[in-house]
């Protein structure tokens, strides 16, 4: 797998480095006869794993503390490792704590062996393109891939002594410690936004709302000067479409919903790896997600780049008609209110498979504060929503820098040993 190691760096098989594999992949917590809950311990499976993070938490079930109690014969802890054995096969979180968790399906928890193994750095480990390939190498299965505990074991492990180790750990963690610090200011800005807009707009407190008197209307009461539309009145969809496999060379900025859910940062693919047709998207325009809708993907799209930017045919790209514009819009589409609205609009035949028609989203009605507080409210929140895209921009960066340093650290291709943390 790997030549030249440092003479005190190992290889050892991961059954050698750990004390335990917590196996949960074909199982359900309701086989022992309980039911899902509302609220109580959460229950992760493969679906909530990704890229290093917990991800689809509202699609989570939950169990009792009962069925908690009978279902995990050993409790998660901090440090451990949860891996998915299939679909997709390889993704990893490190747990940061010692919260509660109870495991579900195609999921496995690795617990280290912190006298050999250091969790933090087999967690990075497990992130490099060595570290993936083995894995593939032992699985199996012809439409989902997926790889049995005993195959696992068998997965070589890189081992450097235990200073080293840390020292790797301690320089990758800086990135993600610096990236979560960003994503915390872009939840802390975009909800200040949205307090401001729920404020104004839905709430009615607006700067002189004190001597703005409230008059019937379709919606119920509004303040007087306010008007009622429809959303066919004060957005255009942009319909223009593409086939980017037609331009198999170029590079594209595809904003699809895995890469919303990623992080809200385009993924940039060449057009004979995006497989469907497309919208191509301009700068003034608001992504609203019609899959799923009780899932709220509002996207503000972040265009500083050289490519033709394309979006999923998932999403509805909305260009608004003046004196509505995309800050406005943006946060009118984020809101609850909005998201509930279009959520019972939704068709299909099942909870996952669940869209909204354009047109029933034209005809839905919104309400129009005047001109002046419209501006008043851009003026104030549109730096604010500058400030998140940098704030992403700058988390893509330090992603790209973290994913290139990562194998380079961990094969011992860049030397750490004789560096001084403290200094």
Known sequence: M????????????????????????????????????????IALSAMNVKQGQLVNLEKAKFVSEDLYRKWMKSEIAKGDILMTSEAPLGETYLVPDDRKICLSQRLFCIRANSSIILPQFLFYFFNTPMSRGQIDLRAT?????????????????IVPPLPTQRKIAAILSAYDDLIDNNTRRIKILEDMTQTLYREWFVHFRFPGHENVPMVESALGPI?????????????DLSR??????????EIFAHFSIPAFDGGCMPILETGNSIRSSKYLIAEECILVSKLNPRI??????????????????????LNPKPPVDCVFLYNLCRSPEFSAELAVRALGTSGSHQRVKPDDFFNMLVLIPTKFLLNSFCDKVRHMLNISNTLRLKNKNLRQTRDLLLPKLISGEIDVSELDLDE
């Not at 050892?12 to 509302?38: H, M, Q």
């Not at 709220?296 to 790209?317: G, I, Q, Y």
């Open 141 to 157: 299965g012809t439409t989902v891939l997926g790889i049995r505990q005993p195959d696992l074991r068998e997965v070589p492990i």
């Open 296 to 317: 709220p993907r509002v996207w503000f799209p972040f265009l500083e780049t050289e490519h033709r930017a394309v979006t999923s045919t998932e999403f509805l790209a």
């Open 240 to 249: 223009k479409g593409i086939n980017p496999s037609k331009f198999p060379y």
């Open 223 to 235: 303040p007087q000067g306010w008007k009622i539309f429809k959303y066919a009145d004060i957005v």
């Open 2 to 41: 790997i030549q030249n190691l440092s003479n005190n760096w190992k290889i050892e098989k991961l059954d050698d480095v750990i004390l335990d594999i917590i196996d949960y992949r074909g199982k359900t917590p309701k086989k022992l006869g309980g039911t899902w809950s509302e609220s109580g311990i």
